[in-house]
């Protein structure tokens, strides 16, 4: 098989690529390991805060529109604590001249709807199951052998295969990893109360708490705890457990019921030493992996995948030319490194018992309520 691009790993990020990629007339071939997980009745753990930017990037590609509309829930506002006594930093919709801060949807939504959008395109190549074996940089094109003996020819290799990537192993680009030795613990609930369409995040010395807001009086938890406080909480009893949370959050929304069992992962800051290489360009995890609490992860792998697509189908040259790909990793370099460092810088600063710096950040977040220009400035990153 001969194409002018080879996307390997078929999640949101992936599949939105291949999506646009083939809406711009490029030949384009996609490789996963398995299916999607069809969506069902029960709510999804994993939980997406997309930003309206990124909500518009979908509904061109013809995917937004075609969402269970009951699943998704809107944003109209955010409060941050740092010192639960000195009261929130608020922003709002409304201050911000949009009617929406974000949506709040499932992983498991996005991903069924994109598969069935790429069931649609005729000239696209899907090949799943389907798991690498070989990979062959050359000067000209890139030769990808899978384990079942078929060959694959291009001029351009996409990784969207996650933040262990087999692709930009086989290129040898070196990565840093740090780890930031806590859990990202999450979990949905019922609540007694209503959440007003409000994302609530909590800064405490010993971890960051996230609840964002679902559809009917319903939240989605992140609490991104240390270690040995993550295994504390998965070990609770679900009553234990909503209690703690509930207790956690200052009871803000009564009493809790827990929808989903809580589950865990790792968090880790990683940072590429390139976005490119020859003949491969590198997408969301792939490329670079952040800190959860600004909930920003999926959208910057979604940004790579509009500035990637925009460079490519405006090329005039081969779509795998070196020039072509420094630009994509030009125009990636200063949004990635933003987000990295202040999500890094974040989580240094707040999850540390230094009474100096406990001084320090709570007066920052007291100050940025009183600065509306900074506000603005704040709210207009997470909006793209």
Known sequence: MNVDVVIIGGGIVGASTALALSHGGLSVALVEASLPQE?????????????????????????????????????????????????????????????????????????????????????????????????????????????????????LIIAADGANSW???????????????????????ETEKPHGNIARQWFKDDGILAWLPLLGNRISMVWSAFEPQAATLLELTPEQFCHTVAEAGHHSLGAMNSITPPTAFPLVLQRNQSMIAPRLAMVGDAAHQVHPLAGQGMNLGLRDVQVLVEVLLKTQRDVGDWATLRRYERARKADVFAMSSVTDGLQKLFNNNDPMLGFLRNTGLRMVNHLPQVKRALMARALA
């Open 39 to 155: 969506n069902n009745a029960e709510w999804d753990s994993r939980i997406y805060a997309i930003t309206p930017g990124n909500a518009e990037f979908l509904r061109d590609l013809g995917v937004w529109n075609a969402l269970d509309a009951s699943r998704i829930n809107p944003i109209h506002a955010m409060q941050v604590w740092g010192d639960p006594s000195n009261g929130p930093l608020n922003f709002d919709a409304y201050s911000a001249g949009v009617a929406e801060l974000g949506f709040i949807l499932e992983n498991r939504l996005m991903h069924t709807a994109l598969w069935k959008a790429l069931e649609q395109v005729q000239d696209l190549e899907v090949l799943c199951p389907a798991r690498c074996s070989a990979l062959e940089f050359g000067k000209d094109a890139v030769q990808l052998t899978l384990e079942d003996g078929r060959n694959l020819s291009t001029k």
């Open 167 to 189: 692709v930009r192993k086989q290129a040898g680009v070196e990565v840093v990893a740090e780890s930031y030795h806590q859990l990202g613990v999450v979990a949905n609930f």
